[in-house]
T-cell receptor, first 114, second 114 residues
Framework: SAVISQKPSRDICQRGTSLTIQCQVD?????MFWYRQQPGQSLTLIAT?????????ESGFVIDKFPISRPNLTFSTLTVSNMSPEDSSIYLC???????????FGPGTRLTVL | GQNIDQPTEMTATEGAIVQINCTYQ??????LFWYQQHAGEAPTFLSY????GLEEKGRFSSFLSRSKGYSYLLLKELQMKDSASYLC???????????????FGKGTKLSVIP
């Protein structure tokens, strides 16, 4: 599997601000995803990051709140906009090389909103 | 809709064998995954089943029955370090806004005791 990293690993932010999380894979991958894991919960998919086009968002998630970029096949960003305490969560980037491939996860970004 | 069920918690003794069950009801099926997640860390891939039967990998085995919508993860010779959450996830090509993403169960928290 490729090495996948995220920055920052954790952050504490004030209500109303925005945070951009970066995800880097050390080789080209076809599909990248962004998940959220709220305290004590399982993983929920936010969106599929599509290279060169707009992300595909799941029900309950919108581009204005979670803008996503994917400028190339190794990098993606997720922005959590106008944050509130309810956005406190772990945000995880993941990738797979093809639709039949295993999905691998980055180390996650632990976000706390005060 | 989609539904993935697994027990919330389990406790087992060091050196013993434990079986974690997962049942699923999804629109389509393109594979079932098991992940291990230690507290505060990202999920780590354990196994992948797409055909019926047993897949063995060291101390870990995973079984799938597509006709029954059922899988289990078998952990042998339990060690204290196996204390973690175990997540069952199904890849359904017909679910969500994107395609081929994973839908996760809520996870089973396994505690291994001496």
């Amino acid at each position: 599997s490729a090495v996948i990293s995220q920055k920052p690993s954790r952050d504490i932010c004030q209500r109303g601000t925005s945070l951009t999380i970066q995800c880097q894979v050390d080789s080209q991958v076809t599909m990248m995803f962004w998940y959220r894991q709220q305290p004590g919960q399982s993983l929920t998919l936010i969106a599929t990051a599509n290279q060169g086009s707009e992300a595909t968002y799941e029900s309950g998630f919108v581009i204005d709140k979670f803008p996503i970029s994917r400028p190339n096949l190794t990098f993606s960003t997720l922005t959590v906009s106008n944050m509130s305490p309810e956005d406190s969560s772990i945000y995880l980037c993941s990738y797979c090389r093809s639709r039949a491939d295993t999905q691998y996860f980055g180390p996650g970004t632990r976000l706390t909103v005060l | 809709g989609q539904n993935i069920d697994q027990p919330t918690e389990m406790t087992a003794t060091e050196g013993a064998i434990v079986q974690i069950n997962c049942t699923y009801q999804t629109s389509g099926f393109n594979g079932l995954f098991w992940y291990q997640q230690h507290a505060g860390e990202a999920p780590t891939f354990l196994s992948y089943n797409v055909l019926d039967g047993l897949e063995e990998k060291g101390r870990f085995s995973s079984f799938l029955s597509r006709s029954k919508g059922y899988s289990y993860l078998l952990l042998k010779e339990l060690q204290m370090k196996d204390s973690a959450s175990y997540l069952c996830a199904v890849r359904d090509p017909y679910s969500g806004a994107g395609s081929y993403q994973l839908t996760f169960g809520k996870g089973t928290k396994l505690s291994v005791i001496p």
